[in-house]
């Protein structure tokens, strides 16, 4: 008789349980966050400090006294084109930045004057080459063409010139993508510029006095949208 009621009980529990089962809620699969592509275009912002060294040469007597210490800082704009291949990004970026890199020296006869070598634009055009540790951070090196105005006189009977020189500039950063489309970055770049950057007169004596820009570093910060 037991095993009589108890087969009738399984008979109406087992099908109640599977109707039970088939009304519970199914937890819904985990999504997991897409890995970011760096592939494509993107502008931005960059801004921070730089500093360097200049000197003032007088090119008839070839005396000079030395090299000096510039500091300054700059802000501008930056546009490239990235490509990724696996965890490596190959791109292409240029920037032009407004900057006030300036440095000053006593110089003249009896060290009676003052000189300033300035900088006032600066530029790029380099290539990057990255590797992304992680899903949203890149970590890269760069190197090119570095281009900047720069500037020079003496505060007493003395033109001032302006040339746009060239020279070359290697660094490094990181990249972090932030949100989509979205990325914040950090970075050195280490800038020279051979030879005579311009030319000033010393109009009392028409004598050309010629300046020179060095080892400019720059570090700054900067904001990217990608397209």
């Excluded at 937890?27 to 921070?48: E, F, M, R």
């Excluded at 020079?152 to 489309?181: C, F, H, I, K």
């Excluded at 820009?213 to 720059?218: H, K, L, T």
Aim: hydrophobic fraction near 45%; proline fraction near 3%.
């Amino acid at each position: 008789m037991k095993r009589y009621f108890l087969a009738i009980a399984l008979a109406l529990l087992v099908p109640a349980a599977q109707g039970l089962a088939a009304d519970l809620p199914v937890k819904a699969p985990v999504k997991h966050a897409a890995a970011v592509n760096w592939t494509g275009w993107y502008v931005g912002i960059s801004g921070g400090a730089d500093w360097g060294r200049f000197s003032q040469t007088n090119t008839v007597t070839g005396v000079s006294n030395g090299f000096f210490n510039q500091t300054g800082g700059l802000v501008g704009g930056t546009a490239g084109y990235n490509w990724q291949m696996s965890n490596w990004v190959l791109g292409l970026e240029t920037d032009l930045s407004w900057t006030k890199l300036t440095g000053t020296q006593m110089c003249g006869p009896a060290s009676a004057f003052v000189c300033t070598t300035e900088m006032r634009a600066f530029g790029t055009l380099r290539g990057r080459v990255g590797v992304a540790l992680l899903d949203n951070v890149l970590i890269y090196g760069t190197g090119g063409l570095a281009y900047g105005r720069i500037s020079a006189t003496r505060n007493v009977n003395a033109t001032e010139s302006a040339d746009w020189r060239a020279g070359w500039t290697v660094g490094g950063g990181a990249e972090v993508m932030l949100a989509p489309q979205w990325s914040a970055k950090v970075e050195y770049l280490y800038a020279t510029f051979p030879g005579t950057a311009t030319t000033y007169i010393v109009t009392t004596s028409n004598t050309p006095v010629a300046a020179t820009e060095r080892n400019v570093s720059i570090v700054r910060a900067g904001v990217n949208f990608h397209f």
